[in-house]
């Protein structure tokens, strides 16, 4: 069965300063994943996605994410943050050649001026 | 302008009383799906749809029921809404394949009482 565990519900950085959000997952097989962001009162936006190509995925905005199977990790990561990067971060998962897509329960980011 | 359009975006209703939250793409997606966002819990998965008159269960089926009549839309059926079934509420659509990104509405705000 598949599963991710996002390990902070919140974290705040200073504007400037590196983003660390940290996913870790469960999947019997090959597995695609996703970082989605929520900003307030809106809908979810792709930021990157990973299917088994390059293990450095890019994404929009500066972030990216590195898959680390041997961890079964796939961290958000991005150098500078800035205030517009305040939101909600989602962590998804889904087992390839399915399209059952588990959430996690996501980590609030605050950036502080 | 390519998107997913969920109406109503807001609904107050009363325990008992069917109700249906429309959700339409414009992007001719063969893959549909409906989530519910709860404080603490991320989004979770109540139904998808791969195609047209084919549906399958979420996590979260209970209490709900869906159809995929046509290619574009995918209502979300409460035959008997009940006060835990108040929450927010997304439908998606994505491509099949390598190209699986999903696609989200702006949300439905569901209350119950």
């Known amino acids: 069965a598949q599963s991710v565990t996002q390990l902070d519900s919140h974290v705040s950085v200073s504007e400037g300063t590196p983003v660390l959000l940290r996913c870790n997952y469960s999947?019997?097989?090959?597995?695609?994943l996703f970082w989605y962001v929520q900003h307030p009162n809106k809908g979810l936006q792709l930021l990157l996605k990973?299917?088994?190509?390059?293990?450095l995925v890019k994404g929009i905005n500066g972030f990216e994410a590195e898959f680390k199977k041997s961890e079964t990790s796939f961290h958000l990561t991005k150098p500078s943050a800035h205030m517009s990067d305040a939101a909600e971060y989602f962590c998804?998962?889904?087992?390839?050649?399915?399209?059952?897509?588990?959430f996690g329960t996501g980590t609030r980011l605050k950036v502080l001026a | 302008e390519a998107q997913v359009t969920q109406n109503p975006r807001y609904l107050i209703t009363v325990t008992g009383k069917k109700l249906t939250v429309t959700c339409s793409q414009n992007?001719?997606?063969?893959?549909m799906s409906w989530y519910r966002q709860d404080p603490g819990l991320g989004l979770r998965q109540i139904y998808y749809?791969?195609?047209?008159?084919?549906?399958d269960k979420g996590d979260v089926p209970e209490g709900y029921k869906v159809s995929r009549k046509e290619k574009r839309n995918f209502p979300l059926i409460l035959e008997s809404p009940s006060p835990n079934q108040t929450s927010l509420y997304f439908c998606?659509?994505?491509?099949?394949?390598?190209?699986?990104?999903?696609?989200f509405g702006a949300g439905t705000r569901l209350s119950v009482l």
């Open positions: 999947s019997s097989y090959s597995p695609s």
């Open positions: 998606a659509s994505s491509l099949i394949g390598p190209k699986n990104i999903q696609y």
């Open positions: 998804v998962v889904s087992e390839s050649g399915t399209y059952k897509y588990i």
């Open positions: 990973y299917t088994s190509a390059a293990t």
């Open positions: 749809s791969m195609n047209v008159e084919v549906t």
């Open positions: 992007m001719n997606h063969e893959y």
